[in-house]
């Protein structure tokens, strides 16, 4: 079957501009996570949904980001007013549920000009 | 503060030599541990995991050691294959907390 899908794959923006990463998750699978990737570092926990409410945003670094999973399936995470800080690669994962196994999409790699 | 911890950035081995990957945390109420694979331009790869119930975790020639006492663990590839090289991570997460908190990652190369 098929994985988690991101989209786009790669993003190109420039500073102050608004930016939305798109997350597909394995069909059926009720969690959905977000995380980001510096180069050099490990993924790092942004936000994850249980169905269409947020559990947990406490990763989020600032109220510049936002993620909506309105029918709780597909995800956007949104970035306003973007910096150059901003530059990562944007991970999505899903499981079945939060005690499952997450599995991760290919990302989204972020360039804030 | 990292509460996980990979403290070697880089190794490299043998093929068809045993690969040892380690990794430390600090943050006790970790219950649950995973090992991810990574390749250049791709999502991370589930590999293998191991509950703080157990000690020890088998897949093929995959195994996962959990030393809870010392707050370590570790995962030993063998044998080594060329196709194993990549960044592996070491994820944790606990109680009723599912995010997971990753190491900075271990780049492993198998020589051929």
């Known amino acids: 079957g098929a994985g988690v899908s991101q989209t786009p794959s790669n993003k190109v923006t420039e500073k102050g501009k608004y930016v939305e990463l798109r997350c597909d998750p394995i069909s059926g699978h009720t969690a959905l996570y977000w995380y980001r990737q510096s180069l050099g570092q490990g993924p790092e926990f942004l936000i994850y949904f249980q169905g269409t409410g947020a559990a947990d945003d406490s990763g989020l670094p600032n109220d510049r980001f936002f993620a909506v999973r309105p029918e709780g399936s597909v995800s956007t995470l949104k970035i306003q007013r973007t910096e150059r800080g901003d530059s990562a690669v944007y991970l999505c994962?899903?499981?079945?549920?939060?005690?499952?196994?997450?599995?991760f999409g290919p990302g989204t790699r972020l360039l804030v000009l | 503060d990292q509460q996980v911890k990979q403290n070697s950035p880089s190794l490299s081995v043998q093929e068809g030599r045993i690969s040892i990957l380690n990794c430390d945390y600090t943050n006790s109420m970790f219950d649950y541990f995973l090992w991810y694979k990574k390749y250049p331009a791709e999502g991370p790869t589930f590999l293998i995991s191991?509950?703080?119930?157990?000690d020890k975790n088998e897949d093929g020639r995959f195994t996962v050691f959990l030393n809870k006492s010392a707050k370590h663990l570790s995962l030993h590839i063998v044998p080594s294959q060329p196709g194993d090289s990549a960044v592996y991570f070491c994820a944790a997460y606990g109680g009723s907390n599912y995010k997971l908190t990753f190491g900075k990652g271990t780049l492993l190369t198998v020589n051929p």
């Open positions: 191991i509950s703080s119930i157990k």
């Open positions: 994962a899903s499981s079945l549920t939060v005690e499952e196994t997450q599995y």
